[in-house]
Protein backbone atom coordinates (compact mmCIF):
# COMPACT_ATOMS: atom_id res chain seq x y z
CA UNK A 1 0.00 0.00 0.00
CA UNK A 2 1.37 3.44 -0.92
CA UNK A 3 1.83 5.64 2.37
CA UNK A 4 3.18 8.58 3.17
CA UNK A 5 3.44 9.85 6.67
CA UNK A 6 4.52 13.73 7.92
CA UNK A 7 5.67 14.66 11.08
CA UNK A 8 7.72 17.55 12.35
CA UNK A 9 4.41 19.89 12.87
CA UNK A 10 4.61 21.76 16.32
CA UNK A 11 4.27 25.34 17.31
CA UNK A 12 7.14 27.46 15.81
CA UNK A 13 8.21 31.51 17.27
CA UNK A 14 7.49 34.32 14.21
CA UNK A 15 10.94 34.19 12.63
CA UNK A 16 11.80 30.54 13.59
CA UNK A 17 12.53 27.86 12.03
CA UNK A 18 10.95 24.05 11.74
CA UNK A 19 11.80 21.07 9.46
CA UNK A 20 8.77 19.13 7.99
CA UNK A 21 9.79 14.69 7.27
CA UNK A 22 7.79 12.88 5.04
CA UNK A 23 8.28 9.18 5.11
CA UNK A 24 7.16 7.25 2.25
CA UNK A 25 6.54 3.55 1.67
CA UNK A 26 4.73 1.32 -0.91
CA UNK A 27 5.98 2.53 -3.93
CA UNK A 28 9.46 3.64 -5.87
CA UNK A 29 10.31 6.87 -3.92
CA UNK A 30 13.40 7.40 -6.29
CA UNK A 31 10.87 7.49 -9.49
CA UNK A 32 8.69 10.19 -8.25
CA UNK A 33 8.10 14.04 -8.37
CA UNK A 34 7.43 15.12 -4.84
CA UNK A 35 5.24 17.85 -3.36
CA UNK A 36 4.15 20.10 -0.51
CA UNK A 37 0.66 21.61 -0.53
CA UNK A 38 -0.64 23.46 2.96
CA UNK A 39 -3.99 24.52 4.26
CA UNK A 40 -4.47 27.21 6.59
CA UNK A 41 -7.92 26.42 8.81
CA UNK A 42 -10.85 26.71 7.45
CA UNK A 43 -9.60 27.88 4.11
CA UNK A 44 -8.60 25.93 0.79
CA UNK A 45 -5.83 24.05 -0.76
CA UNK A 46 -2.47 26.05 -1.27
CA UNK A 47 0.51 24.69 -3.27
CA UNK A 48 3.46 25.10 -1.80
CA UNK A 49 6.73 23.04 -3.62
CA UNK A 50 7.80 20.73 -5.93
CA UNK A 51 10.72 18.48 -6.66
CA UNK A 52 11.53 16.45 -9.35
CA UNK A 53 12.34 12.29 -8.23
CA UNK A 54 16.13 13.30 -8.82
CA UNK A 55 16.04 16.56 -6.96
CA UNK A 56 17.92 18.35 -10.20
CA UNK A 57 14.41 20.72 -10.58
CA UNK A 58 13.06 22.19 -7.84
CA UNK A 59 9.20 24.64 -7.56
CA UNK A 60 8.48 27.30 -4.93
CA UNK A 61 5.19 29.09 -4.31
CA UNK A 62 5.98 32.97 -4.18
CA UNK A 63 4.53 33.05 -0.81
CA UNK A 64 7.55 30.88 0.06
CA UNK A 65 10.32 31.52 -2.09
CA UNK A 66 13.88 32.41 -0.13
CA UNK A 67 12.44 30.92 3.38
CA UNK A 68 11.17 27.09 2.74
CA UNK A 69 13.59 24.41 1.19
CA UNK A 70 12.67 21.12 -0.02
CA UNK A 71 14.74 18.50 -0.08
CA UNK A 72 14.87 14.48 -0.53
CA UNK A 73 16.68 11.67 0.36
CA UNK A 74 15.67 8.66 -1.95
CA UNK A 75 18.25 6.27 0.24
CA UNK A 76 15.73 7.30 3.17
CA UNK A 77 12.32 7.58 1.15
CA UNK A 78 11.94 10.59 2.70
CA UNK A 79 10.62 14.00 1.31
CA UNK A 80 11.89 17.39 3.52
CA UNK A 81 10.29 20.87 4.17
CA UNK A 82 13.04 23.22 5.59
CA UNK A 83 10.73 26.40 6.80
CA UNK A 84 12.59 29.08 8.17
CA UNK A 85 11.44 33.06 8.83
CA UNK A 86 8.45 31.70 9.75
CA UNK A 87 5.24 34.25 9.92
CA UNK A 88 1.64 33.77 11.60
CA UNK A 89 0.16 33.41 8.00
CA UNK A 90 2.77 30.17 7.38
CA UNK A 91 -0.09 28.66 9.96
CA UNK A 92 -1.57 25.36 8.15
CA UNK A 93 -1.86 21.92 8.05
CA UNK A 94 0.91 20.75 5.32
CA UNK A 95 0.24 17.89 3.44
CA UNK A 96 3.22 16.02 1.47
CA UNK A 97 1.73 14.41 -1.73
CA UNK A 98 3.26 12.31 -4.53
CA UNK A 99 3.29 13.91 -8.09
CA UNK A 100 2.13 12.35 -10.95
CA UNK A 101 1.48 13.24 -14.75
CA UNK A 102 4.66 13.30 -16.51
CA UNK A 103 6.79 16.66 -16.27
CA UNK A 104 7.44 18.46 -12.78
CA UNK A 105 4.95 21.60 -13.53
CA UNK A 106 1.73 19.29 -14.89
CA UNK A 107 1.27 17.34 -11.56
CA UNK A 108 -1.34 16.22 -9.80
CA UNK A 109 -1.32 14.94 -6.79
CA UNK A 110 -1.99 11.01 -5.84
CA UNK A 111 -1.97 10.25 -2.65
CA UNK A 112 -1.92 13.03 0.13
CA UNK A 113 -0.13 12.01 3.46
CA UNK A 114 -2.48 12.54 6.39
CA UNK A 115 -0.84 16.19 7.17
CA UNK A 116 1.35 17.76 9.68
CA UNK A 117 -0.33 20.94 11.97
CA UNK A 118 2.08 23.75 11.64
CA UNK A 119 1.08 26.96 14.38
CA UNK A 120 3.11 29.90 14.14
CA UNK A 121 2.74 32.36 17.00
CA UNK A 122 4.46 33.96 20.35
CA UNK B 1 -0.88 32.72 -11.60
CA UNK B 2 -3.35 31.15 -13.56
CA UNK B 3 -6.95 31.70 -11.23
CA UNK B 4 -9.38 28.80 -10.68
CA UNK B 5 -12.71 29.69 -9.51
CA UNK B 6 -15.62 27.08 -8.82
CA UNK B 7 -19.06 27.67 -8.26
CA UNK B 8 -20.90 27.12 -6.28
CA UNK B 9 -18.89 27.89 -3.14
CA UNK B 10 -21.60 25.39 -0.94
CA UNK B 11 -24.32 23.48 -2.08
CA UNK B 12 -26.98 21.60 -0.15
CA UNK B 13 -28.57 18.47 -1.35
CA UNK B 14 -30.31 14.93 -0.78
CA UNK B 15 -29.49 11.40 -1.24
CA UNK B 16 -29.83 10.44 -4.63
CA UNK B 17 -29.29 14.10 -6.19
CA UNK B 18 -27.18 14.84 -9.59
CA UNK B 19 -24.80 17.53 -8.28
CA UNK B 20 -22.78 19.16 -11.00
CA UNK B 21 -19.71 21.32 -9.79
CA UNK B 22 -18.16 23.74 -12.16
CA UNK B 23 -14.55 25.11 -12.34
CA UNK B 24 -13.40 27.86 -14.43
CA UNK B 25 -10.26 28.76 -15.78
CA UNK B 26 -8.50 32.01 -15.96
CA UNK B 27 -6.66 30.86 -19.06
CA UNK B 28 -7.01 28.09 -21.37
CA UNK B 29 -5.19 25.04 -19.62
CA UNK B 30 -6.59 22.61 -21.95
CA UNK B 31 -7.18 19.25 -20.30
CA UNK B 32 -4.37 20.17 -17.15
CA UNK B 33 -7.25 20.24 -14.48
CA UNK B 34 -8.07 17.46 -11.77
CA UNK B 35 -11.01 17.07 -9.17
CA UNK B 36 -10.09 16.37 -4.81
CA UNK B 37 -12.79 15.54 -2.13
CA UNK B 38 -11.54 16.61 1.12
CA UNK B 39 -13.95 14.88 4.27
CA UNK B 40 -13.17 16.85 7.23
CA UNK B 41 -10.27 16.15 9.08
CA UNK B 42 -9.20 14.07 6.09
CA UNK B 43 -6.29 15.05 3.35
CA UNK B 44 -7.80 15.39 0.13
CA UNK B 45 -8.08 12.09 -2.50
CA UNK B 46 -8.05 12.43 -6.01
CA UNK B 47 -10.85 11.87 -8.06
CA UNK B 48 -10.55 12.60 -11.89
CA UNK B 49 -7.22 13.76 -13.34
CA UNK B 50 -6.91 15.29 -16.51
CA UNK B 51 -10.42 16.68 -16.92
CA UNK B 52 -12.07 13.39 -17.09
CA UNK B 53 -9.83 10.32 -16.14
CA UNK B 54 -11.71 8.59 -13.43
CA UNK B 55 -9.08 7.40 -10.63
CA UNK B 56 -8.96 3.73 -9.88
CA UNK B 57 -11.09 2.81 -7.00
CA UNK B 58 -13.27 5.84 -7.64
CA UNK B 59 -16.83 4.89 -8.08
CA UNK B 60 -18.36 5.54 -11.44
CA UNK B 61 -21.11 8.16 -9.84
CA UNK B 62 -18.07 10.54 -10.41
CA UNK B 63 -17.35 12.05 -13.46
CA UNK B 64 -15.38 14.83 -15.12
CA UNK B 65 -15.74 16.81 -18.71
CA UNK B 66 -14.63 19.96 -20.08
CA UNK B 67 -11.43 21.78 -21.38
CA UNK B 68 -9.73 24.83 -22.16
CA UNK B 69 -11.42 27.25 -19.76
CA UNK B 70 -14.35 26.16 -18.74
CA UNK B 71 -14.98 22.26 -16.68
CA UNK B 72 -17.15 20.31 -14.31
CA UNK B 73 -17.40 17.53 -11.98
CA UNK B 74 -20.68 15.84 -11.57
CA UNK B 75 -22.31 13.20 -9.04
CA UNK B 76 -24.64 11.60 -10.62
CA UNK B 77 -26.62 10.46 -7.67
CA UNK B 78 -25.39 11.68 -4.65
CA UNK B 79 -24.39 9.39 -1.51
CA UNK B 80 -24.17 9.73 1.89
CA UNK B 81 -20.12 9.58 1.64
CA UNK B 82 -20.32 12.11 -0.98
CA UNK B 83 -21.03 14.81 1.71
CA UNK B 84 -17.59 16.62 1.70
CA UNK B 85 -15.75 19.79 -0.01
CA UNK B 86 -14.29 19.47 -3.64
CA UNK B 87 -11.15 21.25 -5.40
CA UNK B 88 -10.15 21.53 -8.42
CA UNK B 89 -6.51 21.88 -9.47
CA UNK B 90 -4.77 22.99 -12.71
CA UNK B 91 -1.47 22.18 -13.69
CA UNK B 92 -1.33 23.75 -17.13
CA UNK B 93 1.51 25.76 -15.55
CA UNK B 94 3.38 26.64 -12.06
CA UNK B 95 2.67 27.78 -9.81
CA UNK B 96 -0.19 25.22 -9.45
CA UNK B 97 -3.56 26.55 -8.13
CA UNK B 98 -6.51 25.35 -6.78
CA UNK B 99 -10.13 26.33 -6.56
CA UNK B 100 -11.78 27.95 -3.51
CA UNK B 101 -13.22 24.71 -2.81
CA UNK B 102 -17.05 23.81 -2.99
CA UNK B 103 -18.88 22.09 0.32
CA UNK B 104 -21.52 19.59 -0.64
CA UNK B 105 -23.97 19.34 2.02
CA UNK B 106 -27.17 17.61 3.39
CA UNK B 107 -29.86 19.27 2.27
Known amino acids: EVQLLESGGDLGQPGGSLRLSCAAS????????MNWVRQAPGKGLEWVSS????????FYAESVRGRFTISRDNSKSTLFLQMNSLRADDTAVYYC???????????????WGQGTLVTVSS | DIQMTQSPPSLTASIGDRVTITCRAG??????LHWYQQKPGKAPKLLIY???TLQRGVPSRFSGSGSGTDFTLTITSLQPEDFASYYC?????????FGQGTKVEVK
Open chain 1, 51 to 58: ITSSGSII
Open chain 2, 89 to 97: QQSYSPPLT
Open chain 1, 26 to 33: GFTFSSFA
Open chain 2, 27 to 32: QSISSY
Open chain 1, 97 to 111: ARGLGGNLGRNWFDP
Open chain 2, 50 to 52: AAS
